[in-house]
């Protein structure tokens, strides 16, 4: 939107949600970003300093607002698109609020709405509750509980330290989890990312990059790792009606779940263009897909661009998709 509204072209914004925020609206009370303020804004806008070092979640919701209305942004909203259409030279944007005609579409989804839940051993027995983190509200819920919660990344040990301080619980991973160094949080790992997209841009070899999956330790994580709360098992092999079962025959009462186990693109409204791949991507050439050239992606992780999935790094990409739109359609015609 930012970028657009720098052009000659007409578009509109088409938003599920019944306000601004997008995902962020969703999730827990107490979730930080893991770099500060200035490290974590859009396009044109820094976003303002609330006087925490990581901001919270409702300072989040709080800046995509003010700057949907900085920028008066031309925003639908609720609406949530059901399908995409090849119509003529044109898409068409099948809603639940009516149809839209557009020569170009961007689809910025994310993932928040495709959460992935594992299915274990014993999952239809287990008579417990079980949730995905997108589903986590608040610690209160669960005081008193035995609890488990699945995932080594920094979701799984932001719950985990909020929850230990209300009830029993046990973080249970597949694979140990890497904790970055207390100095290193998300500017670190955004400029790592930058430094490899412009290697590879220039031909050169490009240098070794953390994971954005390894816990960044802010103040909530540091101080449950001094009580020794982030101390993992691995993964349970099973559930039976009760609880939970290892390997060795170790058996848990468990009275509900916390499954901190990531998400996949979500992408179900593109199903009727044909171009989801197995892998349940789209294929692109940088954002634009391969096999519908009036469609593009943008926000969805590194195979869009490096960091597009974060709110400092999905600005290049979406400056660049603008720009191919802009080419491909010129000045002056209908876009959504």
């Given at each position: 939107g930012y970028y657009l509204r720098r052009t000659g072209l007409s578009f509109v914004l088409l938003d599920a949600e019944p306000a601004p925020g997008g995902a962020w609206r969703e999730t827990w009370p107490s979730l930080r970003l893991f770099s500060p303020a200035q490290w974590s804004s859009l396009p044109g806008w820094m976003m303002p300093s609330s006087g925490e070092e990581y901001p919270s979640r409702d300072d989040v919701v709080g800046y995509l607002d003010a700057y949907e209305q900085r920028y008066q942004l031309p925003v639908e909203r609720p609406v949530r698109v059901r399908a995409v259409h090849r119509r003529d030279d044109r898409l068409l944007i099948e809603t639940d609020r009516g149809a839209w005609s557009a020569r170009a579409v961007v689809s910025a989804t994310g993932t928040w709405a495709n959460p992935v839940m594992p299915v274990v051993p014993g999952s239809a027995l287990f008579r417990g509750m079980?949730?995905?983190?997108?589903?986590?509200?608040?610690?209160?819920?669960?005081?008193?509980?035995?609890?488990?919660?699945?995932?080594a990344g920094n979701s799984g040990a932001q719950i985990v330290a909020e929850l230990a301080d209300v009830t029993d619980v046990v973080w249970a991973t597949r694979e140990a989890p890497r904790f970055l160094p207390d100095d290193v949080d998300g500017r670190v790992l955004f400029e790592q990312a930058t430094a490899r997209y412009r290697a590879l841009r220039?031909?050169?070899?490009?240098?070794?990059?953390?994971?954005?999956?390894?816990?960044?330790?802010?103040?909530?994580?540091?101080?449950?790792?001094?009580?020794?709360v982030l101390e993992p098992l691995r993964m349970f092999d099973r559930l039976v009606p009760g609880g939970a079962v290892w390997s060795d025959g170790t058996a848990r009462d468990v009275d509900a779940i916390v499954w901190a186990t990531g998400f996949r693109p979500a992408l179900e409204h593109l199903s009727s263009l044909g171009v989801i791949e197995p892998d349940g991507r789209v294929r692109t050439d940088q954002t634009r897909?391969?096999?519908?050239?009036?469609?593009?992606?943008?926000?969805?992780?590194?195979?869009?661009?490096?960091?597009?999935?974060?709110?400092v790094g999905v600005g290049r990409t979406a400056r660049s998709t603008v720009t191919e739109i802009e080419a491909m359609i010129g000045a002056g015609t209908r876009a959504a």
């Open positions: 079980q949730l995905h983190s997108a589903h986590y509200s608040r610690p209160e819920l669960h005081r008193g509980q035995h609890t488990i919660v699945v995932g220039e031909g050169r070899p490009p240098p070794p990059t953390r994971s954005l999956g390894d816990i960044v330790s802010v103040p909530a994580v540091r101080a449950a790792r001094a009580r020794g897909a391969i096999l519908e050239p009036k469609l593009w992606l943008v926000g969805y992780g590194n195979w869009t661009g490096y960091a597009s999935a974060t709110l």
